[in-house]
């Protein structure tokens, strides 16, 4: 874990320690939340040609600010352990980009939203409380290609596609009701697959398939934030 990252755990952690224990067991099962942090994006399209020719792999990466909203309910509770049903969605605006003077072209590569369900096991240590969140959904991943020569490759894929989502962090509780998390997470998409198209010169304008492009997007993130129960 990154130093920057660091930081934000160390004093979630700390209010955990500073006070006395609540009950796991008394607090209300239903919760609500939201949490603030980075996310990386992680491209990786792998480029065929309908010519023939060396397939091409290219490493994209970028990163943002990110906000996920949580909701869930605990379907299992004692004092030591709990188990949670949860529903989540993260959203984000930025964009992995670049431009390529030589062909003319650009790229804009994007995570912006995702949804998943997921289950929650969560171990009890008094105020303190360590958990992992393994589930899926669906998230949108939008790649596009422009270029103002008709003769240069171009496409934009925009679609929704299965993911899978895996994470964990800590909980501290700041009293019955009122939550602090710090949780680093991964989601990945799968099923990204589609073709770039030219037109072809000559008398008559033909359009053609240049590449067939395959992609698993990723990303990796971590954030702070605060939940509710009632």
């Excluded at 990204?192 to 030219?198: G, M």
């Excluded at 072809?200 to 053609?208: N, R």
């Amino acid at each position: 874990m990154k130093s920057s990252a660091i930081v934000p755990v160390l004093f979630v952690l700390s209010l955990g320690f500073a006070s006395p224990a609540v009950a796991q067991t008394d607090s209300p099962p239903w919760y609500a939340g939201v949490g603030v942090g980075r996310l990386n994006t992680d491209f990786r399209p792998y480029y065929t040609y309908y010519a023939g020719g060396t397939p091409d792999e290219y490493h994209n990466e970028g990163h943002g600010l990110d906000v996920e909203f949580v909701a869930g309910r605990r379907v299992h509770n004692s004092k030591r352990w709990s188990l949670a049903l949860q529903a989540s969605a993260g959203i984000n605006t930025f964009k992995w980009s670049l431009d390529i003077p030589a062909e003319p072209a650009a790229l804009e590569y994007s995570l912006p939203y995702r949804m998943a369900v997921s289950l929650v096991p969560e171990l009890h240590l008094g105020r303190v409380s360590v958990y992992a969140d393994i589930g899926g959904g669906l998230g949108r991943v939008h790649q596009v290609k422009t270029t103002p020569d008709a003769t240069v490759s171009r496409y934009d894929y925009d679609e929704m596609r299965p993911t899978l989502n895996i994470g964990g962090g800590i909980k501290v509780s700041a009293s019955r009701k009122v939550a602090l998390f710090a949780h680093v997470g991964h989601v990945r998409h799968f099923g990204v697959e589609f073709d770039s198209f030219s037109n072809m010169t000559g008398m008559l304008p033909v359009v053609s398939k240049v590449e067939h492009v395959t992609d698993s997007p990723r990303g990796t993130g971590f954030r702070v934030g605060l939940i509710t129960r009632f």
